[in-house]
């Protein structure tokens, strides 16, 4: 660089030279290059998450509208009350799409990152190479739970193995699915614990919210019952379930009496078993039982005592719903099962009680 100083009076220099305001513009121009690039790579990057998101959400929406179009209902929660196909279609797309979105804005993260790096200093990549292997050889021994935690929930989303709502038997934990992550899912136990189990422990899988249920009753009698008529007595009882208006919508099958299941010295046990709804197998469970109580008080048959039971594991589990009344009308289904129609009364009285009868059952 060269500097010209004026000779008869020794002030500051007064010309500098050009070289240096032209290294000056070059890195300015330079700076400037790369924050526009910068700059263009991020909202490059807020635009192609926002169009992924997009497309994800309409997909799940095109896919869900269309389930409850099949269904011929207009809220998810009217889902219940319809093939299961539907309800299983819906949670594993929300599900998925939810877990869609978090992928995309991870990845997209990750690479803006990289490409912002290589703008400012394309050595930087170069120069690192030998320190980010050795961290990703350290993040991949200790982040390997992780990775295990990711996969396999991916695995059971797509797989459809659990889904939000469904009661289940995860070894680990036993409850209601409150929420199904990509690396852990939260299940609330009948005590109302929320447990948080990591999908990468999950070995097996036991699902009591798919397909169908069973109700299973074993009721213990006097030794010197009939048992025939005992049997007839349960099976009608179970019948009026069946065939009731209100519970129709969520029994599958006609009632079944298994016969005598074990004897004992004090009782005889016999077991009646009806095919229901998973997400009903409690509701129809109690007004079963409900109703045997009444047809063994019309036999005169007492019961006899029975030891304190606490419920636990899965039998804890099942009651963790509670009562869930229908809050849609019963949908008929066409099968071998002739389709109930109420009997005309023929009078006023009769008439006011089927309406009050509809009344509750609507609401």
């Known amino acids: 660089m ?184 939260h299940v609330r136990d009948v005590n109302g614990t929320l447990w948080y189990v990591r999908n990468g422990e999950i070995t097996r899988i036991g699902n009591m919210s798919q397909g169908w249920s069973r109700v299973i009753i074993d009721l213990a009698v006097p030794v010197d019952a009939d048992i025939r008529a005992v049997e007839k007595a349960m099976h009608h009882a179970a019948k009026s379930v069946f065939t009731d208006p209100k519970w129709r919508s969520r029994v599958i099958e006609q009632p079944e009496v298994w016969g005598l299941e074990s004897i004992t010295g004090d009782a005889l046990v016999i077991r009646l078993v009806m095919k229901t709804r998973a997400n009903a197998k409690d509701d129809v469970a109690r007004e079963l039982r409900m109703r045997l109580k009444h047809a063994m008080d019309e036999m005169d048959i007492t019961l006899p005592a029975m030891n304190t039971i606490t419920l636990s594991g899965l039998e804890g589990a099942q009651r963790v719903r509670g009562a869930n009344p229908p809050k849609t009308k019963p949908i008929t289904t066409a099968d071998a099962n002739p389709v109930w129609k109420p009997k005309s009364t023929g009078t006023k009285k009769g008439a006011q009680a089927s309406e009050s009868d509809s009344e509750e059952e609507t609401t």
């Open 2 to 185: 060269q500097i010209f100083t004026d000779s008869s009076s020794g002030d500051t220099p007064a010309i500098v030279d050009p070289d240096v305001w032209a290294s000056i513009l070059a890195w300015l121009g330079d700076a400037g290059l790369k924050l526009l690039s910068v700059a263009g790579i991020v909202v490059g990057a807020i635009l192609l998450a926002w169009l992924l998101r997009l497309v994800i959400r309409r997909v799940v929406k095109r896919i869900v509208e269309g389930a409850k179009s099949k269904a011929n209902v207009d809220d998810t929660q009217a889902l219940e009350r319809s093939p299961l196909a539907s309800v299983r279609v819906v949670q594993r797309t929300r599900t998925l799409g939810s877990i869609l979105q978090n992928i995309v804005n991870v990845a997209i993260v990750i690479i803006a990152t990289m490409l912002i790096v290589f703008v400012v200093n394309k050595d930087i990549l170069s120069s690192l190479t030998l320190l980010t292997a050795a961290i990703g050889a350290g993040l991949g021994f200790g982040a390997q739970n992780i990775v295990k935690d990711v996969l396999n929930g991916i695995f059971i989303v797509a797989e459809d193995q659990i889904g939000i709502g469904d009661v289940v038997d995860l070894g680990l934990a036993t409850g209601v699915v409150e929420y199904v992550a990509i690396r852990v899912t």
